[in-house]
């Protein structure tokens, strides 16, 4: 384990207690959520090193799903994944005035989100730190897919849409990897960005059991501002900021099974989650970002 000593967002010094969370799909093992003093915002700490946080991924919720569509969870799991993908590839395809263009998916896993995109015409890029990912990718989908520190490499102002989805909250290098992904992004481009919101309502009526901690795979625990905050420090804006309602549900899900709760209650929850998220802008479970550079006009 290793302990941070200084705020990963703004650097500050000191940090206080605010939750102790348990590991509920791997190790079991207790790990401990800190607040900044100055900013607040949240991470895990003390964190698995670069060489411990292999062993936190083993789990078959890490592993490629097998598209066996057998059982009606299995047929619901792929039907969610293919509205998924397809909602993905739509939004991408809005934020550019002439698509396809050039697209970085930062974090890719096995490639399925790539893979559409390349269908599509899309010119396709995938960073992705697991090698067991990076293979199906190739089996699969026939990808190449590069370690994320191949981040540092690429060819400066030269992406349309750098994508992340649910990848920020894993970065242990908060500030060095927005510095390559802004570097990377074209003058005109857009990054999109989706992480869960502790400052939803689930988030605070589940507490240390809501299920987008994460723990200690999640090490950052964002609010908007503190998104906010992150890319306004590299000249980047977030110029929109949408839902992702369907993610209310799965985390009301798995929080419910985490505080041995009443499964029933769960999509009333994240019901009640969603619709108060109308009403409180950017209260979402789980939220995307859409960030520009500051000149874009
Ligand atoms: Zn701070």
Known sequence: MISVDRCPL???ETARHVLTCR???VSGEPFTIVECDRCGFRFTNPRPSADELG?????????????TGQTLIDTLYQWVRHYTLWSKRRLVASLI?????RLLDFG????????RCQAHGWDAHGLEPDPTAQDVALEKHGLTVEPPDRIATL???HFDVITLWHVLEHVAALHDTVEHLTRTLAPSGTLVVAVPNCASLDAQFYGEHWAGYDVPRHLSHFRPRDVRRLFDRHGLTVEAVRPMRLDAFYVSLLSEGYCDGWLPRAPLVALG???????HKHRSSA????IRHDETP
């Open 55 to 67: 062993r936190y991924y083993q789990s078959e919720d890490y592993t490629p799903h097998q598209d």
């Open 10 to 12: 703004c650097d500050h």
């Open 273 to 279: 989650s969603t619709l108060w998220a109308a009403r």
């Open 155 to 157: 060819p400066a102002d």
């Open 97 to 101: 005035d002439r698509p396809p263009g």
């Open 108 to 115: 890719c896993g096995t490639g399925g989100f790539l893979a």
């Open 287 to 290: 939220q995307l970002y859409l």
């Open 23 to 25: 590991d509920h799909t």
